[in-house]
């Protein structure tokens, strides 16, 4: 089997709805980047447990899905997307429908740790993936920003208080 396989294999197989796992032949594993693999996807799936045991499945907020295997699962309104590439020289792509559309969104990419701004909670994501990932999607703000927010709207102007939307708009142009 191929390690990178096994990355894939926990990630959705716990967005899938499952709680645990077990193995029962070893012959697959062996290769010790097997076990480093299964290690990495249970350290970046851990600290979202509750979306995992008491969240619910979030098919039908995903939809036009393009060259991914998508798996994910929701609670109150934060996602959590396992994406594996079918084809990892074409480029992935799928939608989400989050409950609250109308708020901002942020998505994480947890394995890559980058973050990606989205007006709505309608959110198309195309991206290119050697390798599956999984996404975090949560309403509002991404934590970066909050510092600049605070230092712009405590900032005396002659002029009317910015909006949210020039916030944002301003926002896209700090470096994360």
Do not use: W
């Not at 032949?25 to 480093?36: E, I, K, Q, T």
């Not at 230092?151 to 944002?168: F, G, K, R």
């Amino acid at each position: 089997m191929d390690p990178a396989y096994v990355f894939d294999l926990i990630t959705h197989t716990f967005l899938n709805g499952a709680t645990g796992f077990s193995t029962y032949v070893y012959r697959d594993f062996d290769d010790m980047a097997d076990y480093l693999n299964m290690a990495r996807a249970i350290a970046l799936l851990a600290p979202h447990e509750d979306v995992i045991v008491d969240g619910e499945l979030a098919f039908d907020d995903i939809g036009d899905v393009d060259n991914a295997v998508v798996s994910a699962m929701q609670l109150n309104g934060e996602y959590l997307i396992a994406v594996t590439p079918r084809d990892p020289a074409k480029p992935v792509a799928f939608t989400v429908h989050a409950e609250q559309s109308s708020r901002p969104h942020t998505l994480y990419d947890l394995r890559h740790g980058t973050q990606q701004l989205h007006e709505s909670g309608t959110v198309q994501v195309t991206a290119e993936l050697a390798e599956g990932t999984v996404y975090r999607l949560v309403p509002g703000l991404p934590y970066s920003i909050y510092l600049p927010l605070v230092a712009v709207a405590c900032q005396p102007s002659p002029h009317s208080n910015p909006s949210l939307n020039d916030l944002l708009h301003d926002f896209r142009h700090y470096p994360t």
